[in-house]
């Protein structure tokens, strides 16, 4: 009781007035726009809504879910075809691409939880409440994204980077499909980063300007649909040393290895 009480206050002091302010003008936004609406209120479906730089808040009708991941699923499998066109070797670079991401998806939840439990001891000794610490997010983040990066160094040792990338997208692609069947509303978060990861992953090969900036634009979507998930999770699932560091740990490497080629990419 005493430790709830602690984390509780912590949490007080975290809070500025602009936040308050900020809290209470979308409320009472909410309360004019429902108190001025007419009625009854018109009755309308289920939506896939989610903010995006520049748009604002995109919207479309969660029926659309379903067939924008198949758009999807298409697209990865155009991809994984141009690769077997390019690439003698194509199913084992596909293999090793899967079992890879698989792989750095793992490691970087087991180093973000080892990690947490070397911070918990020594905040012991030391006090304070790490769990809330904003600055072990995102060394929990960076830590998981450097397994992410040695990962796809160590397995380009033996396979083509445009092979590791498709395997890569393959697993988003069952994650997406997953996803839109059974949390339609959440689905822009794997698809539209889908989309444009392999958009980019058939205009790679051209190795022109064109590559460059749909890499850069996938890269771009990506981050800005998943980062502020990921950062919000430690708010929702209990401390960054422990349940929400290791959820961390994982979506880091899933997250980085959409967009893959970057990491040795030029600039």
């Known amino acids: 009781a005493v430790a709830n009480l602690a984390e509780a206050r912590l949490i007080v002091a975290e809070l500025t007035p602009g936040t308050i302010r900020h809290e209470g003008e979308q409320s009472l936004s909410s309360t004019r726009a429902l108190a001025n609406g007419v009625l009854p209120r018109p009755k309308t479906g289920d939506a896939v809504f989610f903010d995006f730089p520049l748009p604002g808040v995109v919207l479309y009708p969660e029926g659309a879910a379903g067939p ?22 194509w199913i084992r670079d596909l293999i090793l691409g899967i ?26 000794a030391l006090g304070g409440t790490p769990g809330f610490s904003a ?40 994650l ?9 509303g959440a689905s ?17 090969p051209r190795q022109d300007s064109v590559s460059v900036i749909s890499l850069w634009t ?15 999770i430690r708010f929702v699932l209990p401390g960054t040393t422990t349940g929400s560091g290791v959820v961390l740990g994982r979506l880091t490497p899933l997250l980085a290895w959409l967009p893959a080629p970057r990491f040795a990419a030029p600039l």
């Open 218 to 232: 996938a890269t771009f979507i990506t981050t800005a649909l998943m980062v502020p998930v990921i950062s919000s």
């Open 176 to 184: 997406t499909i997953l996803v839109s069947w059974k949390f339609p």
């Open 99 to 124: 079992l890879a991401t698989v792989l750095a998806t793992a490691l970087g939840g087991g180093a973000a939880f080892l990690a947490g439990m070397g911070l918990n001891r020594i905040h012991a």
């Open 68 to 89: 924008i991941a198949i758009l999807s699923a298409v697209l990865v499998v155009i991809a994984v075809i141009s690769l077997r066109r390019r690439e003698p070797h």
């Open 135 to 174: 600055v072990y997010a995102v060394a929990i983040a960076l830590l998981a994204l450097t397994v992410a990066a040695a990962c796809w160094a160590l397995v380009r040792r033996w396979s083509s980077a445009a092979g590791v990338h498709a395997g890569a997208l393959i697993v988003w692609m069952v």
């Open 188 to 204: 822009f978060l794997f698809v539209w980063p889908l989309i444009a990861a392999s958009v980019a992953a058939l205009l790679l």
